[in-house]
């Protein structure tokens, strides 16, 4: 199991939100935890000397794309980057210096897979360059995955088939339990479980977690299938929960095992 650290962009900066808050039209509704006075590449640095291949850099939204090309030039082939990603300019998002791409809204329409689109996706950028954000909202007794920025339910039930068509699409999975995302309130347990019994390629989950604890709850749970990703918890996003220091400890520890 691995640590995969995060750089989250609002407005042009690093910032840690409440997912569920971030609403098209909405800004009073917007909930932020942290403001970073840092620069992007700084995060992207810092990673780097920790060796923490496989972070993600996420666009929240317009006004992200120079933040983003900066956090990427400063480690070329370590971060992957999402948030507004298309056919059309995924490859100049590879070209600067990010190791995938990372997708969820512009392959649904209607609410459902539009594999016309998906299959156009692998085309341009390649399977092993493609990241799918399956990220997901309960809704009754399931999981659906959502888009646009988690606003947006689609028909798709995050279940055992989801998982195992779209694995033939992408390199990896992401999958953010939006409900308890930025609010530091414990993982999504029925999610983890789900996705440990069902995932076939690599996958992060994120949403919730708070400590260490976390960490070993979703490798056990997860049945050692799933890497994390954690943001408003750490000491460098403000938090006061987990050090950014413990959080790369037990990703070593996890490397020193396999």
Known sequence: ???????DLHNGCVKQIVGSTLIDGRPESLKTNFVAIHPPAWYARLYQEDNLRGGHVIMLGP????AATE???AWPGGLQVG???????????????ASHVIVTSWVFRNGRIDEQRLARLV????????????SCRRKEEAYYIVTDRWQNFTDVKLDAHTLGDMAGFCDEFLIHAADVEGQCSGIETDLVNLLGRHVSIPSTYAGGIRRVSDFELIRTAGNGKLDATVGSAL?????????????????????QEL
């Open 71 to 73: 956090a990427l030039a």
């Open 123 to 134: 085309s341009e950028v390649g399977r092993d360059k493609l990241v799918l954000d399956l």
């Open 1 to 7: 199991m691995k640590f995969r650290p995060c750089i």
């Open 235 to 255: 000491d460098i996003f403000g938090g006061t929960l987990m050090t950014y220091a413990d959080a790369v400890a037990f990703h070593r520890r996890q490397s």
């Open 83 to 97: 948030g507004g990603i298309t056919a059309e300019n995924a490859e100049r998002w590879l070209e600067r210096g």
């Open 63 to 66: 006004g992200n794309e120079e």
